[in-house]
């Protein structure tokens, strides 16, 4: 096969040590020499590692991605003048079962990657890649105070206190004051309930909030509560934080990410994780939306076999990135944001309704009135045989006098 670039490193990477498989062209021609070397992950070593690659010539280097142990590899590489420094998929380079070891690994890397059998991955920017960070940290940080606010829905329900039937939001000032008088010590329903506050203090719902608010409710509920309350309140400000963060660090791309609000059901956290994850110029690493869609894996995948498919179940991948995007296409269908019908586009009263003519076709006739192109070789009713046989007499057999 024919080899495209003349040394390559092909790197093995793991958490405390890498393997390093370097190809190079052989003393006689048409052969090639391999060589395996080992380092520890320390950056000052990984740092040695990259210059002494460039001093043996190397000029591209390619990995698997392994996490958070390959940025270390990555960036210490970048210092240097390689040609090309790629992270490629683990799955396009797998091993065989039973001939896998850290050295083949390196070397089948290197391998690969001098035919041009590998294509490196996405690599974000340094400062896309501290909003991703923060954009991450976020999905996370939310989704913990999501889980205390679902323990201090247990807590309650454990102790009869059935306030989430009632009102649509734990966390809401209404029952936030509510909530507070309990831990403090009041029991009585009706006490409680008059602590509601706005659209709340309805006959029906002050009803309902004092049955809802009579249970056994302890000391030790008391103390739970407080518990996940406090969590409550520290996620909720580390959320505003990293929000901060995330605005100041969005500033150089507030252009694109203008743009990016005025997608129907896109707000500033969906189109911040989206400028995170994919970028703000998609089109210079992804050579169609078919491909970003797939690497999203937002698109059905492929499972053929003898010519039956199996299934087209979507890849695990875009772990932070796809709900997002779900979450965008929900809020899409529940907001109506259809720009008005012009005024000769509005039915007057009493006219017929008649379908929107299709662009470019408002000449020709609805193609429910065009001739079929067979047509013409039917026959015709009074050249078609009667067919023998009863025919109406079974589907219509006569009335029974």
């Not at 950056?43 to 990259?50: D, N, S």
């Not at 210490?76 to 690994?105: R, S, Y």
């Amino acid at each position: 096969m024919r080899v495209m670039y003349e040394r390559v490193a092909g790197i093995d990477v793991n958490k405390d040590m890498i393997k390093v498989g370097i190809r190079g062209p052989g003393h006689r021609a048409w052969t090639r020499t391999s060589e395996v070397l080992e380092f520890r992950t320390f950056y000052g070593v990984l740092q040695t590692v990259a210059r002494d690659l460039r001093k043996r010539g190397v000029t591209h280097a390619v990995m698997e991605a392994s996490g958070v142990y390959t940025e270390p590899v990555y960036y210490a590489l970048a210092e240097q003048d390689f040609e090309q420094v790629a992270v490629i998929n683990p799955a396009h380079a797998k091993a065989l079962k039973g001939h896998k070891t850290d050295a083949k690994d390196a070397l089948r890397l290197a391998e690969l990657f001098e035919c041009g059998l590998l294509r490196g991955s996405y690599i974000p920017s340094q400062a896309l890649k501290d909003l991703r960070d923060l954009t991450r940290y976020r999905t996370k940080t939310v989704q913990a105070r999501t889980s205390e606010i679902q323990r201090l829905a247990k807590a309650l329900e454990s102790a009869g206190i059935k306030l989430d039937s009632v009102v649509s939001d734990l966390t809401g000032k209404s029952a936030g004051l509510m909530i507070e008088s309990l831990i403090d010590g009041e029991r009585r329903g009706q006490v409680l309930a008059d602590l509601a506050i706005g659209r709340m203090r309805t006959a029906g719902k002050l009803a309902d909030l004092s049955q809802a608010l009579t249970g056994r409710f302890t000391e030790h509920h008391a103390a739970l509560c407080r518990l996940h309350r406090d969590r409550i309140a520290l996620f909720s400000a580390a959320v505003e934080d990293l929000e901060a963060r995330i605005a100041v660090k969005a500033t150089p791309c507030q252009r694109e990410l203008e743009l990016l609000k005025s997608i129907p059901g896109f707000g500033d956290a969906v189109a911040q994780a989206r400028l995170a994850e994919i970028g703000p110029a998609p089109h210079e690493y992804f050579a169609s939306h078919e491909k970003l869609a797939s690497w999203v894996t937002l698109c059905p995948g492929n499972h053929m076999s003898a010519g039956k498919r199996k299934h087209g179940r979507t890849d695990d991948a875009g772990t932070y990135i796809k709900p997002m995007l779900v979450q965008a296409a929900w809020s899409a269908i529940k907001t109506d944001q259809d720009p008005e019908p012009a005024a000769s586009q509005v039915p007057q009263a009493g006219a017929p309704l008649r379908w929107p003519e299709e662009p470019g076709r408002g000449e020709e006739s609805d193609r429910r009135d065009r001739p079929h192109p067979a047509d013409d070789r039917l026959p015709g009713a009074q050249e078609r045989q009667a067919v023998p046989g009863p025919r109406l007499r079974l589907l219509h057999p006569a009335g029974v006098p």
